[in-house]
């Protein structure tokens, strides 16, 4: 099989010329929503044009990077990329709010020969690249590169010219929750594997299904679910701009209520945030019984989260079975493993202490401290080892340890990065037959245990929380910070640990409500809740607590909670001033 993009896209144009290929839903000047599509010829006809004008401009084997707003230009774009030759790197226009510095990292990090974006934003993207020192990069849009060497709707090629399935098709830029962006190098047959793992796991067939989305195309999985994926399957992708999902969130579930069959992806707050912000009247409207699968991953899953979205929507159709828990990430491509399909949800409530030493045993009642973890099913395709992250031994099901991939979807590297390409590509588990070849696994820096045959996901290796020699997952703390007064605005909340005499101490970042105001007010209130119900569900002290304003807590361009920059701040002395920074006195 001819496992690249090019090859993909050809065949898609021929099976179907005439059926849907991307419907792009622009709500910017019509709070309906203005439908601008293309079947798979114009598709392929349009992608060609390009993909010649960038050989024509000696692209191939360079980067060409995408710094535009997500519609079709961008779709078009990157497919254009890959099937000259050139290694597209998916980025985000300049004006996305609070991330200049990881786009002027990218771009620096890449350094490509070409930026591509759209006629309305070629002014902003030119000025933000002229100001990056030591920064050549010739920012364009299709059309201005069309015009100078050939008239739209001419191949002047001859027909498509196909890269090979080894060549890199693209960098994928980490999300960065605990670094700073690094590519990850994703090849033509990395990402067509993934795709058709993400087919199987999730039953997509052509003629039957569609893809619904407003996830970012920069981001590992909405690049995959809502670009790659529609064109090794040959299924109609629509989507939307992420900005239109945060101001209505109904939007989206308008469009999966209108495309029946349809496959769509979220992290876990978009789904909490759709059962707090849909109304009653918007609800009325929808009808989701006929949704395929709801796609929750990205960040901790919550079994909060699953049954509220439940509850809201359970009455217009969503049927729990369509929820399918996932795991993934950049270095595989994105997919991993997703819970099984026509099975509702596995939730199972650990020992918070057993499973912080270690060890996954189900609770058994009794008031214990327990942890409850969303599973998420078996990886597709592709092989998963929990291993001990010292010893680098495999370890059995019941104990947690860092998860270990290995498949066709792994990644070739980080670009330009072969130290660190060398340590998490291809590192060697202990104690492997000595007569077998050695295999060479991905380490993720994830967190997992197996129990009862599904995979569930723990924490960020990085991450844990570390007192006293024992460990504390962060995301059970910010739950319980969320939790202990109205005032703290949910998901917006970072715990970790900074160093202090006698050794690490916690600390919690975690931002005021947007609609508080006097902050400064309840801060005194707000520390005594927080300090209370983290010593009573952990028995922690919290060493110092910050009630933030709004929108200061960083997140990584996909949402997650950026922990380690938030630690970085806090330890620059960026919140001296918030409403509430206090530290513990010493009889505290």
Avoid at 161 to 189: C, D, F, K, N, W
Avoid at 240 to 267: E, I, K, N, Y
Avoid at 443 to 454: A, E, F, K, P, S
Avoid at 472 to 487: G, L, S
Wanted: charged residues 20%.
């Amino acid at each position: 099989m001819d496992e690249t993009i090019s090859h993909h896209l050809t065949r898609a144009a021929a099976q179907a010329p005439v059926d849907k290929a991307f419907t792009f839903v622009d709500f910017s000047t019509d709070r309906e929503g203005v439908s601008t599509s293309l079947t798979w010829r114009q598709l392929e006809k349009r992608v060609r044009i390009l993909a010649a004008a960038l050989r024509h401009g000696g692209a191939a084997g360079e980067r060409v990077a995408l710094v535009g707003p997500q519609n079709l230009d961008y779709v078009v774009g990157f497919l254009a990329a890959t099937c000259a030759g050139a290694i597209a790197v998916p980025l985000f226009p300049p004006v996305l709010p609070g991330h200049a510095e990881k786009l002027a990292a990218a771009l620096a990090d890449a350094d490509p020969v070409l930026a591509l974006t759209s006629p309305g934003s070629l002014q902003d993207a030119e000025k933000f690249c002229a100001d990056q020192s030591g920064l050549r990069v010739r920012v364009t849009t299709e059309e201005d590169l069309l015009s100078g060497w050939t008239a739209p709707g001419e191949a002047a090629d001859g027909g498509p010219s196909h890269p090979g399935p080894g060549q890199l098709a693209y960098l994928q830029y980490t999300s960065g929750s605990t670094r700073m962006p690094s590519g990850v190098e994703i090849t033509h047959a990395n990402v067509c594997a993934n795709a058709r793992q993400a087919l199987t796991a999730y039953g997509i067939r052509a003629g039957r299904n569609c893809t619904v989305g407003w996830l970012p195309l920069y981001h590992d999985m909405g690049l995959v679910l809502a670009v790659v994926l529609p064109v090794v399957g040959n299924v109609h992708s629509v989507f939307m701009d992420p900005l239109a999902f945060v101001q209505q969130p109904v939007r989206w579930l308008r469009l999966l209520s209108g495309h029946p069959g349809a496959l769509t992806a979220a992290p876990n707050f978009a789904y909490d945030y759709c059962a707090r912000r849909v109304t009653a009247e918007e609800r009325a409207t929808l009808s989701l019984g006929s949704v395929t699968a709801m796609v929750n991953g990205s960040e901790p899953i919550a079994e909060q989260t699953l049954q509220r979205f439940q509850h809201a929507f359970g009455p217009v159709g969503a049927v729990p079975t369509a929820m399918r828990p996932s795991y993934g990430l950049a270095e595989a491509t994105v997919f991993v493993s997703a819970s099984p399909a026509g099975e509702v949800p596995t939730v199972t409530s650990f020992d918070r202490d057993a499973l912080a030493a270690g060890t996954a045993r189900p609770a058994e009642g009794g008031g214990q401290a327990v942890t409850c973890l969303v599973g998420c099913g078996r990886p597709t395709g592709q092989e998963a080892a929990i291993v001990d992250p010292v010893s680098l031994v495999r370890l059995p099901e019941g104990r947690v340890g860092e998860i270990w991939l290995r498949g066709p979807n792994v990644g070739r590297g980080y670009w330009q990065n072969p130290k660190q390409s060398e340590a998490t590509f291809r590192a060697a588990l202990h104690g492997d037959d000595p007569g077998e070849r050695p295999q060479r696994w991905l380490r993720t820096g994830d967190l997992g245990v197996r129990h009862d045959g599904h995979l569930y996901i723990t924490g960020r290796l990085k991450d844990l929380v570390i007192i006293d020699g024992t460990n504390h997952y962060p995301q059970d703390i910010e739950h319980t910070v969320e939790n202990a007064h109205p005032a703290i605005r949910r998901h917006h909340t970072a715990a970790f640990s900074v160093p202090a005499d006698g050794g690490e101490r916690l600390v919690v970042v975690a931002e005021h409500a947007r609609d508080l105001a006097e902050p400064h007010r309840v801060g005194d209130e707000v520390t005594r809740a927080v300090r209370m119900a983290v010593s009573a569900a952990h028995a922690l002290a919290v060493h110092d607590f910050v009630l933030a304003p709004p929108g200061t807590v960083p997140q990584t361009t996909s949402g997650k909670i950026a922990r380690g920059a938030c630690r970085e701040r806090y330890l620059r002395g960026a919140w001296i001033s918030a409403p509430c920074a206090q530290k513990e006195t010493d009889n505290v």
